[in-house]
């Protein structure tokens, strides 16, 4: 009998919202676990083993999907936008596969890290002051085991939204940071403006047209207690609401993001992209605020950067898509943020038949939005300028399906949070643990006393340095309030 997305509604949680599911049934900070919210309101939640990776990502992935074909996920159409199989991310450094750049500057973290995962929540958005609360498995019928666990989340839902004003499920002394945490930049404003320039440099040369300019900053706190990865998010999540959200904690590693730029959505036999490049502030002043969408939507520098982006999206689409496939389905509209304005277009293409998720990572990743064109020459120059492995930072994270599905956002208006290590060499090995065996206790050791945070920008001929400069603080403000570190 062929698998199915089997599901279960649960009536009686429809008054709940995703951070108490996730605090009460995930809140050990130790154990892998993940929450992802999507643009249409949905918040999916669930746990899963460790996808062993012991090689390349692509070659694995490629060997897991064609696995997935002998036995097909039968989904009904008005099933929640989500698809167990793999929920993880992979890390910038990805790129060794996927364009044989040089394995010059290995990451700390692993270069992917995804869950294994055949059941989840959904809770949907708000209709009529309510949600719809479903919960997701993989199987032929409920029955056995998957039953078993239907019954035990239905049950522990129902009594969570009978009793709402229960304490939060986390360990007693993990207290609140009794001081702000330290701040530093990779690159001081000399330096960055420096490299700006040197950007500007490579582009008169005729190496590249734009470049993705990034730099790193650690935050990192001496409280026993380590950093609160759910308040981190509950604060970004008001601060800086966006389309693609997540919290992703895998092998003491955690991934908090409030992303504005999909990677990639494959669908049906399709996929699409939206790159996302050019940024303006956002103003409490109605005018002024839109003074400045209306600057941004004119600009030569912004319009052209954007430009140069999505033609490098549309060939490198080009490579699985059937021929004449591609079309720029949306181009330079301004979205509207919190606490940004934006440049967004979008490209589709139909992909070529027995074309998998895999391919499309193959021929798309790293996204030009975060790279530069051409891709190849951009990334070998930003490697020399930066100086660093970018790790999580301007990678992907999100879902790949059973069906063949995905959604991958941009790793962008990202945290990071894990372990420091102290002069004498305290710390964690965050990816120790084997695959499936229980969670290390959340020791002084392994709570998240790091957090890093990964901002740039698309630098072209027409660039005035200080703006850039202006924009990658624009773009870290909500993540150094989210974290106390203003």
Same mark, same amino acid.
């Given at each position: 009998?062929?698998?199915?997305?089997?599901?279960?509604?649960?009536?009686?949680?429809?008054?709940?919202?995703?951070?108490?599911?996730?605090?009460?049934?995930?809140?050990?900070?130790?154990?892998?676990?993940?929450?992802?919210?999507?643009?249409?309101?949905?918040?999916?939640?669930?746990?899963?083993?460790?996808?062993?990776?012991?090689?390349?990502?692509?070659?694995?992935?490629?060997?897991?999907?064609?696995?997935?074909?002998?036995?097909?996920?039968?989904?009904?159409?008005?099933?929640?936008?989500?698809?167990?199989?793999?929920?993880?991310?992979?890390?910038?450094?990805?790129?060794?596969?996927?364009?044989?750049?040089?394995?010059?500057?290995?990451?700390?973290?692993?270069?992917?890290?995804?869950?294994?995962?055949?059941?989840?929540?959904?809770?949907?958005?708000?209709?009529?002051?309510?949600?719809?609360?479903?919960?997701?498995?993989?199987?032929?019928?409920?029955?056995?085991?998957?039953?078993?666990?239907?019954?035990?989340?239905?049950?522990?839902?129902?009594?969570?939204?009978?009793?709402?004003?229960?304490?939060?499920?986390?360990?007693?002394?993990?207290?609140?940071?009794?001081?702000?945490?330290?701040?530093?930049?990779?690159?001081?404003?000399?330096?960055?403006?420096?490299?700006?320039?040197?950007?500007?440099?490579?582009?008169?040369?005729?190496?590249?047209?734009?470049?993705?300019?990034?730099?790193?900053?650690?935050?990192?706190?001496?409280?026993?207690?380590?950093?609160?990865?759910?308040?981190?998010?509950?604060?970004?999540?008001?601060?800086?609401?966006?389309?693609?959200?997540?919290?992703?904690?895998?092998?003491?590693?955690?991934?908090?993001?409030?992303?504005?730029?999909?990677?990639?959505?494959?669908?049906?036999?399709?996929?699409?992209?939206?790159?996302?490049?050019?940024?303006?502030?956002?103003?409490?002043?109605?005018?002024?605020?839109?003074?400045?969408?209306?600057?941004?939507?004119?600009?030569?520098?912004?319009?052209?950067?954007?430009?140069?982006?999505?033609?490098?999206?549309? @060939?490198?689409?080009? %490579?699985?898509?059937?021929?004449? +496939?591609?079309? &720029? !389905?949306? #181009?330079?509209?301004? /979205?509207?943020?919190?606490?940004?304005?934006?440049?967004?277009?979008?490209?589709?293409?139909?992909?070529?038949?027995?074309?998998?998720?895999?391919?499309?990572?193959?021929?798309?990743?790293?996204?030009?939005?975060?790279?530069?064109?051409?891709?190849?020459?951009?990334?070998?120059?930003?490697?020399?300028?930066?100086?660093?492995?970018?790790?999580?930072?301007?990678?992907?994270?999100?879902?790949?399906?059973?069906?063949?599905?995905?959604?991958?956002?941009?790793?962008?208006?990202?945290?990071?949070?894990?372990?420091?290590?102290?002069?004498?060499?305290?710390?964690?090995?965050?990816?120790?643990?084997?695959?499936?065996?229980?969670?290390?206790?959340?020791?002084?050791? @392994?709570?998240?006393? %790091?957090?890093?945070?990964?901002? +740039?920008?698309? &630098? !072209?001929? #027409?660039?005035?340095? /200080?703006?850039?400069?202006?924009?990658?603080?624009?773009?870290?403000?909500?993540?150094?309030?989210?974290?106390?570190?203003?």
């Amino acid at each position: 009998m062929a698998s199915r997305l089997l599901r279960h509604s649960v009536a009686g949680a429809a008054a709940l919202d995703p951070a108490t599911v996730f605090r009460a049934l995930h809140g050990d900070p130790a154990a892998d676990a993940f929450w992802l919210d999507d643009a249409h309101g949905w918040s999916i939640i669930g746990t899963g083993s460790r996808w062993p990776l012991d090689g390349p990502l692509l070659p694995a992935l490629a060997a897991e999907e064609r696995a997935w074909r002998t036995d097909p996920l039968v989904v009904d159409a008005d099933a929640p936008p989500f698809r167990p199989g793999l929920v993880g991310w992979l890390g910038y450094e990805v790129a060794r596969e996927t364009m044989g750049v040089p394995d010059a500057r290995p990451s700390r973290y692993p270069d992917a890290a995804f869950l294994v995962v055949d059941r989840a929540i959904a809770l949907g958005p708000i209709t009529g002051g309510a949600r719809r609360v479903e919960l997701l498995a993989i199987g032929s019928a409920w029955t056995g085991e998957l039953d078993a666990w239907r019954r035990r989340i239905a049950a522990a839902l129902e009594a969570l939204a009978a009793n709402p004003t229960q304490p939060v499920s986390q360990s007693p002394d993990l207290d609140p940071l009794p001081e702000r945490p330290t701040v530093r930049w990779r690159d001081t404003r000399d330096q960055y403006l420096d490299a700006v320039r040197a950007c500007q440099a490579a582009i008169t040369r005729g190496d590249a047209y734009v470049l993705n300019l990034s730099t790193e900053i650690e935050v990192t706190t001496a409280s026993a207690a380590g950093f609160d990865a759910l308040e981190i998010y509950d604060r970004l999540r008001a601060i800086s609401p966006a389309p693609h959200g997540g919290v992703l904690r895998i092998g003491g590693v955690t991934l908090l993001s409030s992303s504005p730029e999909r990677f990639v959505r494959v669908a049906g036999g399709a996929v699409s992209t939206h790159p996302v490049k050019g940024t303006r502030r956002r103003s409490t002043d109605a005018r002024v605020d839109a003074a400045l969408r209306a600057e941004l939507a004119a600009s030569v520098k912004e319009r052209a950067e954007n430009v140069m982006i999505v033609d490098l999206m549309r @060939n490198d689409l080009a %490579r699985v898509s059937v021929p004449g +496939g591609v079309e &720029v !389905t949306s #181009l330079l509209e301004v /979205e509207t943020h919190p606490r940004v304005h934006q440049l967004v277009s979008a490209v589709a293409a139909r992909l070529r038949p027995g074309a998998g998720v895999a391919e499309v990572l193959d021929a798309t990743f790293p996204a030009g939005s975060m790279t530069g064109a051409p891709k190849r020459s951009a990334v070998e120059i930003l490697d020399r300028l930066e100086q660093r492995a970018r790790g999580l930072y301007s990678g992907a994270f999100g879902w790949i399906g059973r069906d063949g599905d995905a959604d991958l956002a941009m790793t962008i208006r990202s945290i990071v949070l894990d372990a420091a290590v102290d002069a004498g060499g305290a710390g964690v090995d965050a990816h120790a643990d084997t695959p499936g065996a229980p969670p290390t206790p959340p020791t002084r050791a @392994n709570r998240a006393t %790091r957090a890093t945070i990964g901002v +740039g920008g698309g &630098v !072209t001929a #027409l660039s005035v340095p /200080e703006e850039e400069y202006d924009e990658v603080e624009l773009k870290a403000a909500a993540l150094l309030e989210a974290l106390g570190a203003v």
